[in-house]
């Protein structure tokens, strides 16, 4: 009867330790987008691939160092509506900007 409750199996290093290293070796490769792209004689295409590098950046890493991919609903609640926050909150200083 007591069986059922110790079922669950410990996961290997190879399991805990992938996606973390394949994160990591993606914001290695995006970092080095990042910094290619900044030499790169594309006009104000800078700024938005920059920004797009940055998002993807930011985006792997609350999902997998954050566990964000595991954790419940609510907390994935909390970080999307920091997300459009933070989105809204630019779009409000760029419009400030823009229109002085």
Do not use: C
Request: overall charge positive; cysteine-free; glycine content about 6%.
């Amino acid at each position: 009867m007591m069986a059922g409750r110790n079922d669950r199996r410990e996961p290997d290093l190879r399991q805990l330790l992938f996606p973390e290293f394949f994160v990591w070796a993606a914001l290695m490769v995006l970092f080095l987008a990042s910094w290619w792209v900044a030499y790169w004689p594309i006009g104000i295409w800078k700024v938005v691939v920059n920004l797009a590098v940055a998002v993807v950046m930011a985006g792997l890493s609350s999902v997998v160092f954050m566990h964000l991919s595991r954790s419940g609903a609510l907390l994935r609640l909390a970080a999307g509506a920091s997300g459009l926050w933070l989105v809204a909150l630019f779009v409000l200083t760029f419009s400030d900007y823009l229109t002085r």
